[in-house]
């Protein structure tokens, strides 16, 4: 590892495992302390043939690059976002489209996206939002709740004003 000038244990083993997916050795970690994993390497570019006389080259595998490209480990190739998990949608648009999706109220699409904007996408504890859509749909479904408490008389409160007037306090 050090001649190889590696860091740490796991960029050497991500390489190892990287070698082994394109095919150029075959790695057996071992999970255990004590032992050593097993590697075994092939012989490249022998131009001594086989006792059939056909020359002994190792058959590369599809996944490799072409030998002008950089080797990249596989843990940082770019992948596409996930644009169903995004911790804040791109604009305004956006909303609205997926309020309209779920036949929720477009004023109510706004307000979720003002609120959340003004307030950097945060939580109330500072905490960074993770996925903004299942945010909205609590947004959406306490936004229900409140109006229905405005709307809903307390239980019995006003079933027992029946009160009659004409007799003395």
Do not use: C
């Not at 644009?83 to 477009?106: D, H, M, S, T, Y």
């Not at 504890?125 to 909205?136: D, R």
Request: aromatic share 14%; hydrophobic share 30%; glycine share 8%.
């Amino acid at each position: 590892m050090e001649k190889a000038k590696f860091r740490s244990k796991t960029t050497y083993h991500n390489y190892l495992r990287d070698l082994n997916d394109w095919g150029y050795l075959n790695y057996f970690p071992s999970f255990h302390p004590a032992r050593g994993s097993k590697v075994n390497m092939s012989i490249f570019g022998t131009t001594s043939g086989t006792s059939s006389g056909t020359p002994a080259y190792q058959k590369m595998a599809n996944s490799v690059p072409e030998p002008g490209h950089n080797l990249i480990p596989s843990y940082k190739h770019k992948t596409k976002e996930n644009l169903n998990k995004l911790a804040r949608p791109k604009n305004g648009r956006a909303v609205l489209i997926f309020f309209r999706e779920n036949n929720w109220q477009e004023t109510e699409g706004r307000k979720f996206y003002a609120y959340y904007e003004s307030k950097n996408w945060k939580l109330r504890g500072g905490l960074n939002i993770k996925n903004w859509k299942a945010q909205a749909k609590k947004f959406v479904e306490k936004g229900i709740e409140s109006k229905q408490e405005l709307t809903t008389p307390i239980s019995g409160y006003l079933s027992n004003m029946r009160k009659n007037y004409n007799e003395p306090l």
